[in-house]
């Protein structure tokens, strides 16, 4: 006698930078599993390789996972988890003011990723030298997860999201470089060019939520929840 096969539900969501309308499925026990093994490991590493099996998965392979930004990717992770679970989640922090904990639950259909004004990708650094700027994506979060003999995580924040170099006569691809190149490239910035490079990494779009709550002291206060992590921990 062969049991029955349940069916799950099939839902659709909006893949935030394309647009494009994708249908999902809520994950499975095996996959939830997989999820809670790697959030309790607090591996980067594993947490970044369980969302990329876990969204294929439950997208049924339809989509291009290396060709999604980051926030993309956070985005529909977060949509499956709300139809599967639930679309509340129970998140604690410490309070930055009274360094009490704080608990509370928040809505997860609320979270959207953020668009702000959009700034060109282009950074003049001198009069003769500048940088492309490209929003990271899993083959930039894998590749930082894995260095994990490199302490130094202004250089690998940095060089998720610089694409290239250029001078008046010639593009440099960062891909083309080596790690030392890379390095001695990022340590010879100023304080002000790595200004400009964050302005324009805070205006990309991310999985962000401005919350309000009330500490012991009953003074009411504000965080920003600024991806995945955020939302579940």
Excluded: H
């Excluded at 990494?201 to 992590?229: F, H, Q, W």
Aim: hydrophobic share 35%; net charge negative.
């Amino acid at each position: 006698m062969t049991l029955p096969v349940i069916e799950s539900p099939k839902y659709f969501l909006t893949v935030p930078s394309t647009n494009e309308t994708i249908e999902f499925r809520p994950f499975l026990v095996k996959e939830e599993k997989v999820l809670m093994i790697a959030q309790e490991t607090k591996s980067t590493r594993n947490m970044i390789s369980a969302m990329k099996d876990v969204i294929n998965s439950c997208t049924f392979g339809s989509l291009d996972l290396y060709s999604l930004v980051m926030s993309d990717l956070e985005y529909i992770l977060l949509q499956i988890r709300s139809k599967s679970v639930g679309e509340t989640s129970k998140i604690s922090f410490e309070c930055n003011e009274c360094n009490e904990t704080i608990e509370l639950t928040i809505d997860l259909s609320e979270i959207k990723v953020s668009t702000g004004e959009k700034k060109d990708n282009k950074v003049q650094l001198t009069d003769d030298v500048g940088i492309t700027l490209k929003a990271p994506g899993l083959k930039e979060a894998e590749k930082a997860s894995k260095n994990t003999k490199n302490n130094d995580t202004i250089v690998q924040s940095l060089t998720s999201v610089i694409e290239s170099v250029y001078d008046n006569a010639t593009v440099y691809p960062l891909a083309d470089a080596s790690p030392k190149e890379i390095e001695k490239f990022i340590d010879s910035l100023s304080s002000e060019q790595v200004m400009k490079i964050k302005e324009w990494v805070d205006s990309i779009p991310a999985l962000k939520k401005e919350i309000k709550y009330k500490c012991s002291k009953g003074k009411e206060r504000t965080r920003m929840l600024n991806g995945l992590n955020d939302f579940f921990v």
